[in-house]
């Protein structure tokens, strides 16, 4: 197949580029080597959208940071991806670190973030009781936000998809030619050919780019674990609690999700493998630990879930996104780690921008930036409920307990625009498997389901892909 | 607007006999409310024998079990709703349920009986470290895809845990073609019954490693292997003794919590060890013409105990509906020491009958005496040559000893060594 633009990496980043590049007369592709979209960074980090203080004045992760951030209420809302305003809160707990208040704010004004105030001991404890009584004063910041990353990547990509964009999944780039006009982007035995590529294949940026002869990025994989903990205790923070940033990154935050649950992390270790998504029994305890010096009443009594990311790191500790030096028709798109989600709508706008300006592609008339919402039983009032079920009886089956997912919401998940095509796929798109039992008694409906819409055998349906089989053969 | 005088939330066995109980009390208008499929809860998974040995005394298995009861609630015409699920219990007893056929349902009653039964802790709760392969399941989900699927989810499998429902699955799979390589348990005892361990790990030379816990999980996609290792007696595990165990299989036997999603939203007190709803003799909670029953309230070990104790609380609700309760006059019962808890939490002194007290004991004694005291003074002393965390036990407390006792007192078990 001849493509104008193909994008590496479905990721945030790749969704929003994806997203941006298709409100022009292009045909682009967006290449993903796993089974779904947002399998790497943009499925295991902190949802948080930043103000935009941390990054250097100048730096391009200031101002995607500052500008994407900006973007984000109304990009959540045409794609119907909640978003909530919480603000965040860094807070100092010695005199040293009141300057490191100090300068970070000073340096977030230099940025253009909006709002920001330092609040006393006696202000902050009356906004975020919770925190530990040694807390002295912090950084607010109303402008930033949570948002659930992996659904903003699938509301972005299911947009692009809706534009025409077309998303190929299993497509594990291996080698990429050029003839002086087009590139040819092999996978195993499937090629596509191309007039651009755009690398935004994150922690992989840097083996993507050499296959051009690009060896100019040198990405480290930096390791975030985390602990999830159940909706019930989702409330002990109001906001975002930051500690004061560290030479590895912004340290230890605890924060309320999008969802409702608490998060605790990321811890920040950097590593080999660059697939090492291991939690450690060690590292979760530190960060236990690290977090219980914010917020004390944290255990791990509570604990639903733990995970890790990979974060995308330079040395240079900004992003890379520029023409590369060995092909100006191929844009790298790299070292996207935090603000790295509060940018991608920045990020997509400013590729976009790269490309078309350069190839000069026409607006198409018919873009339709609003991706409809997709039903979500449990937030319904019940004579909403009674309407939507008299509609389509699939709503009224109810598959996962915890989470209160009808039939009908896995069966659009299936359905939708690069919908799932696996068991996390379904989770990811509804939440079915994400409450307290974690899939114990839905898991095997969500198989059968799967099973029956892709019109296979239940024992070929995966985890997330690749060998991942859930079940083997039949029983005697 | 439906209009029921009893609404039982769960078609297991609880609910079951709790209804059949309560027809016999003579309440004709009962709606059982079920999410599964048929009735018959997780009985119908457990195709292996060993149930109702003490309410029937035959060996049964689960699904047969389950039949004697669907076969009473049909002969009695009892009505039921399967593939509903209760979205939502409101303090004035308004039960919101939703199913393909009816829609969202509104159901008024003037009692419910709560019998949601109980859920698998999963991974998450253990906080095991590794990967996120496919490959790590409940032993409960396993039990389903083997059992009503028809689907082996794996051919080499490690057990985490020695729960009852482990124990089941090392002979299924066994039996399966799998290789069973060992059943890790964390404490230093069994949680699962001795018969159990017997029958599916010693006949089928399956190693049971007490003190023993998985540290980490192996492979990118599917399972590859666990890492195991011997834990001192604070449950930490020793450095030196890990140990990597080949699989591609780890089943989950750790435990089982009440589902109260639905007795926390009405507002109903808890007991924070049971994890189940704080009741009195009946299973009564302190919601009024609100009762539980089943592994809802606790975990049972034997479902001829959930059979019996839900036939109390058809009993109670038949008398609360039939303005039969009169004014009770509580006294609270507590376990003290290795007894971890007592249900029920309280019982009314104005009972007519005998009242059995059910506890669980936190460790394991051989010839260990079990006493109840009231006030200070010894009532009851019974020797029991041994008791296991595994095994629930019970007490009768006469109704001539009720009646000596005044509102508000408070009867002590203990157990000595």
Redesign the interface.
Known sequence: MNYDVAIIGAGVSGAFIARELSRYQLKIALLEKCNDLAMGTSKANSGIVHSGFDAIPGTLKAKLNVKGTALMPEVCKALSVPFKPIGSLLVAFCEEELKTLDTLKARGEANGVPGLEIYDKAKLHEVEPALNEDAVAALWAPSAGIVCPYELTIGAAENAVSNGVEFIRNFAVDAIDYDGNEFTVKSGDNSIKTRYIVNAAGVFCDEIAAMIGDNSIHTIARKGEY??CDKSVGNTVKHTIFQCPNPMGKGVLVTQTVDGNLLIGPSAIDIEDK?N?????ST?ASILETAKKSVPSLT?RE?????AGLRAHLECDDFIIEKSKANDKFINVAGIESPGLSSAPAVGLYVADMIVSDCGAAEKSDFNPVREAPVRFRHLS?EE??AL??KN??Y???IC??E?ITEGEILDAIRAPAGARDVDGVKRRTRAGMG??????C??KVV?LLAKELGVD??EI???G??????????? | MLNYDLVVVGGGPAGMAAAIKARECGIDSILILERAESLGGILEQCIHTGFGLQYFGEQLSGPEYADRFIEQVNDMNIEYKTDTMVLDVTEDKTVYAVNKKDGLLEIKAKSVILAMGCRERPRGALNIAGTRASGIMTAGTAQKYVNIDGYMPGKKVVILGSGDIGLIMARRMTLEGAKVECVCELMPYSSGLTRNIVQCLDDFDIPLYLSTTVIDIHGKDRVTGVTIASVDENRQPIPGTERRIDCDTLLLSVGLIPENELTKNVGIGLDRVTNGAVVDEYRETDHEGIFACGNVLHVHDLVDFVTQESQIVGEGAARYIQGKKGEPAYITTKGVGAVRYIVPQKVNIKNEGDVKLFFRVGSTFKNATVKVSYDGNELISRKRPRLAPGEMENVTIKNDMLKGFAEGGVIEITVEA
Request: hydrophobic share 25%; with cysteine; net charge positive.
């Open positions: 602990m999830l697939e998504t291991d939690t450690t029994s979760l791990t604990v639903i879930t733990s995970f019940n409920r009674k079920v008299e009886p699939a009224g089956r109810i307990r915890c209160t307290r039992c974690q899939g114990g008694f898991g095997s059968e239940i024992n995966t985890k997330f690749g060998e991942s089989k859930i079940l083997y053969e039949r029983t005697k």
